[in-house]
Every structure is written in structure tokens, then in C-alpha cells.
């Protein structure tokens, strides 16, 4: 029977300034151990284990980002921390063993993960800044645990499945662990867009034109008269629409914040 532990007490992370206890790549490992049924096939039972397996090593790496690093300003939640850090760790297997005892089969997983508590921490501060992102990988990840405890279910009803039933309950559960590889896949994408964007904006230079901006960097996630928003990163336009102060990486508020902030400046100006 497969058990998950689930921690109950509340924890806040807080994103911004930050020291790495451990500054150095710590390679986290994970095994599961899926008893095949009868209606089980050796691939079938491959994805399901490596399902299980990366689950395990998820949380732990979640776990092991949330003891290691102390950081302040932006406010994170566990399960905030435990999906941004799916999205942006890479889960690699290690090895699997199919095995008999009497007449069950099994087939066991190891899977690895390394973390760069650096890197890892850089990469979730920009997904805390960035709310369009924030909501896709938030959405993505709802959808993976629902389709996650669909599997389950099937499993279970597969081991006591007849036969020709069982065909159907099999091609409901493949199509279930292809949209999870699927969505994840999707995340990864998010992750990269997003870091590419954070790339384009070193071309962008004073005197720009916004249509210019655009083309470089995308779709601004707020903007008015005079300031493009890009998660935390503020491009500042001039009465003719050129750009004329750039201001990369802004701490200490997050998005919506920054953005109250920025408009009220704006009307401050107005009425002068």
C-alpha cells in the first residue's frame, strides 16, 4: 500500500534577500516499489513507479529548499514553494529492478534530483514576481495532482479488474500519466519563456521606442502612459514614449504592490 506523510503545520517562506546555509549542489535520491497486478504490463508498470518515485523526491527537495535557505520580503506558501520547485528541478532515474516473489511481480524505481540552492532560489524568486507564471504553474500543478490521484485510483481498480474491463481502465490511466508528462513539459516551457524574456530585456536601451520594447521583450504584465512592467523589472517611458530610465531586479515589494506604487506616483504627478 502506497503512504504519503503529510506535514500539517503551517509554513511561510519569504523571498527576496537571501543566505544559502549550504551553498553547494546537494543530489537528493528517492525510491518506490509498485506491485504489478495481473493487468499490469512492464512499461505500465514503469511509468507508474517513476510516477511515485519523482513524487518522493519532489517533496523532499522541497523540503530540503525550505531548510536551507533563509530569505525575507516575499511571502511564499509550503505548497507554493513545493510547486515552484517541481517546475524548476529536473528529475532524472537512476535505475529500476523488476523482480518475482512467488507469483508477484514488482518493479523498483530510483530517481535523483540535484539542487543548486543558488540557482533554485533565483529561479523561484523570478516565478514569485511574476503572477502570470505564478497562476499557470499554480493551475498546472492542481491539474497534476488531480490526474496523480486518478492514477491511483485506476491502479486499484485495475488489480481487480477482469480482463476485458481491464483494457479500458488501461487506456484511461495511459491517457492520464501522458497529460501529467504533458503539463510538465508545459511548466518547463513557462519556466524557460519566462527566463528568456529576463534575457531580452539586457537589449532594451534608452531612447526605445515602446513598439520597439515590445518586439524584444513581449507583452508587458502591466503598463500605462509611461512605465512597462515586467515582473520586476520596470521600464520607464518619457512624455514622447521613448524610453528614458530602466530600473532591473526592484526588491522589496511584491508585483501587485509595486505596481499600487507605481500609480500612485503616476497621480501624485498628475495633480501637481
Not at 483494457?167 to 508528462?181: F, H, M, P, Q
Not at 519556466?191 to 515602446?210: C, P
Given at each position: 500500500m502506497i503512504r504519503h506523510v503529510a506535514v500539517l503545520s503551517p509554513i511561510v517562506v519569504f523571498l527576496g534577500t537571501f543566505t544559502p546555509v549550504m551553498a553547494q549542489v546537494q543530489l537528493l535520491t528517492a525510491s518506490h516499489t509498485?506491485?504489478?497486478?495481473?493487468?499490469?504490463?512492464?512499461?505500465?508498470?514503469?511509468?507508474?513507479?517513476?510516477?511515485?518515485?519523482?513524487?518522493?523526491?519532489?517533496?523532499?527537495?522541497?523540503?530540503?529548499?525550505?531548510?536551507?535557505?533563509?530569505?525575507?520580503?516575499?511571502?511564499?506558501?509550503?505548497?507554493?514553494?513545493?510547486?515552484?520547485s517541481a517546475a524548476v528541478l529536473s528529475v532524472q532515474t537512476t535505475g529500476e529492478v523488476f523482480s518475482s516473489q512467488g507469483s508477484s511481480n514488482s518493479v523498483t524505481c530510483n530517481v535523483s534530483a540535484s539542487v543548486d540552492i543558488a540557482d533554485v532560489r533565483q529561479r523561484i524568486a523570478a516565478i514569485a514576481q511574476d503572477r502570470s507564471i505564478q497562476d499557470r504553474i499554480n493551475n498546472q500543478q492542481d491539474r497534476i495532482q488531480e490526474l496523480e490521484g486518478q492514477v491511483r485510483q485506476l491502479n486499484h481498480q485495475l488489480k481487480l479488474a477482469q480482463p476485458l474491463a481491464a483494457?479500458?481502465?488501461?487506456?484511461?490511466?495511459?491517457?492520464?500519466?501522458?497529460?501529467?508528462?504533458e503539463l510538465e513539459s508545459l511548466k518547463i516551457a513557462a519556466?524557460?519563456?519566462?527566463?528568456?524574456?529576463?534575457?531580452?530585456?539586457?537589449?532594451?536601451?534608452?531612447?526605445?521606442?515602446?513598439e520597439e520594447v515590445r518586439k524584444i521583450a513581449g507583452t508587458p504584465d502591466k503598463e500605462n502612459a509611461y512605465v512597462f512592467l515586467y515582473g520586476r523589472d520596470k521600464i520607464n517611458f518619457d512624455v514622447y514614449g521613448t524610453v528614458d530610465r530602466l530600473d532591473f531586479h526592484l526588491g522589496g515589494m511584491n508585483f501587485e504592490a509595486r505596481w499600487k506604487a507605481i500609480e500612485e506616483s503616476l497621480e501624485k504627478k498628475s495633480k501637481r
Open positions: 509498485y506491485i504489478m497486478g495481473d493487468n499490469d504490463s512492464r512499461n505500465d508498470a514503469r511509468h507508474v513507479c517513476f510516477l511515485e518515485a519523482k513524487k518522493k523526491v519532489l517533496e523532499r527537495a522541497g523540503t530540503y529548499i525550505q531548510a536551507n535557505v533563509v530569505v525575507k520580503d516575499f511571502q511564499l506558501s509550503e505548497r507554493q514553494i513545493q510547486s515552484y483494457v479500458d481502465l488501461r487506456k484511461e490511466r495511459n491517457v492520464a500519466i501522458g497529460s501529467i508528462a519556466i524557460q519563456r519566462m527566463e528568456l524574456k529576463e534575457q531580452n530585456l539586457k537589449f532594451i536601451v534608452i531612447g526605445m521606442t515602446k
